[in-house]
């Protein structure tokens, strides 16, 4: 865990002092959201929970790749490297196009959806301490990003 008052001394503008605490903040959240999926006994990282929500919330339960990456929460050079670990523990399968060997369909397995709704589960345990106002505001300012 960051050493937040350390941050908050640091000999540096105001603007650098919030931005170097909002990094902080946000992989120590990255971490506890992380283990609140992995207490669902699948190890999961945030980048294959996204995955699996793209192609759980998709009309056919399945994307092309280049339309995975296109609904990314961040972009990430490994997401073959990421499918090949979804596909190793069962939870995606991936099929080339008949018409067009280029393409890559990945689709989400029973499984897959089962793990998926369960670390959602899991998350909502996930709290902030923020109140509602709070969190309003914090929203707000981070949409001007």
Same mark, same amino acid.
């Given at each position: ?5 350390l ?8 603007e ?11 992989? /120590? &959240? ?8 992995? +207490?669902?006994?699948?190890?999961? +990282?945030?980048?294959?929970l996204?995955i ?20 990314? !929460? ?5 997401? &073959?490297r ?15 196009? &008949? ?10 397995? /029973? ?16 709290? +902030?301490? !923020?109140?509602?106002? /709070? +969190? ?10």
């Open positions: 865990m960051a050493n937040k008052g941050i908050q001394h640091l000999d540096v503008d105001i650098h002092k919030a931005l170097t605490l909002l990094a902080c903040v946000a992989q /120590e &959240s990255k971490v506890a959201m992380e283990r609140l999926i992995q +207490s669902t006994g699948v190890p999961l +990282s945030l980048l294959q996204n699996l929500h793209a192609l759980d919330m998709s009309p056919e339960g399945q994307l092309t790749v280049n339309q995975l990456k296109a609904v990314m !929460l961040d972009e990430t050079p490994n997401v &073959s990421t499918l090949n670990k979804l596909v190793d523990l069962g939870l995606v399968t991936k099929n080339r196009s &008949s018409e067009d060997q280029r393409v890559v369909f990945v689709a989400i397995t /029973e499984a897959g959806k089962k793990v998926h709704h369960d670390a959602d589960q899991a998350l909502l345990g996930y709290k +902030s301490p !923020l109140n509602e106002k /709070e +969190s309003q505001q914090l929203l707000d300012l981070l949409s001007k990003f």
